[in-house]
Every structure is written in structure tokens, then in C-alpha cells.
């Protein structure tokens, strides 16, 4: 059974930083494609990031420079770095394991 539990959302204000972690289980992390989404108020959920067996990256263009994912094969972990944060990337933040299991979501609120 594969679990994937976020973790590290809350309330920060713009131009704050905040870091997500997803523990990862019934999975061999590094053999998966890892990713992080996110769903704003009434918008679509979106691909940020992904990181691939390989190391492979890629981010949306809209955090190109202020996101960074990374993840510990050995822990079973990933990660997403958020800097510099904006208004705009208010939302909750899923992460994902080779587009098929989904965690349950945490939430990032970025507001002054």
C-alpha cells in the first residue's frame, strides 16, 4: 500500500520561505518519478515540480528560480525548498508519486 504524508505548510508572509516534506512508503523512491502539485482556490491542480530516478528535474516556469525539490532516496523523502514566496502561490500542495498516488495535501497560505 503506498502512503505518501506532506508536511510543513502554514502561513507565511510574501517574500517569506516555507519547506514542504512528503515521506514516501509502499514505494522504492528511487526507482519513482516524484512530483509536487498544487490546487489554488477554484483553479486546476497544477504540476510545480518533479524529480525523476534519474534526477531529472523540472519546475513550472512560474517557480523557475525561487523553488528547489530534492529528495533522500535512503529516508524516503522529498522535498520542496519555497523562497521568495508570493501571493500567487497560495494553495494546497500535494505530492505525488509516478502520477498515480497522491498524499493527502497541505496547505500553504502566503498572505501579509
Known amino acids: 500500500q503506498v502512503q505518501l504524508v506532506e508536511s510543513g505548510g502554514g502561513l507565511v508572509q510574501p517574500g517569506g520561505s516555507l519547506r514542504l516534506s512528503c515521506r514516501a512508503s509502499?514505494?522504492?523512491?528511487?526507482?519513482?518519478?516524484m512530483a509536487w502539485y498544487r490546487q489554488g482556490s477554484g483553479k486546476q491542480r497544477e504540476l510545480v515540480a518533479q524529480?525523476?530516478?534519474?534526477?531529472?528535474?523540472y519546475y513550472t516556469d512560474s517557480v523557475k528560480g525561487r523553488f528547489t525539490i530534492t529528495k533522500d532516496n535512503d529516508a524516503q523523502m522529498v522535498y520542496l525548498q519555497m523562497d521568495s514566496l508570493k501571493t500567487e502561490d497560495t494553495a494546497v500542495y500535494f505530492c505525488n508519486a509516478d502520477q498515480v498516488h497522491w498524499g493527502q495535501g497541505t496547505q500553504v497560505t502566503v498572505s501579509s
Open positions: 524529480i525523476d530516478r534519474r534526477w531529472n528535474i
Open positions: 509502499g514505494i522504492i523512491l528511487g526507482l519513482s518519478t
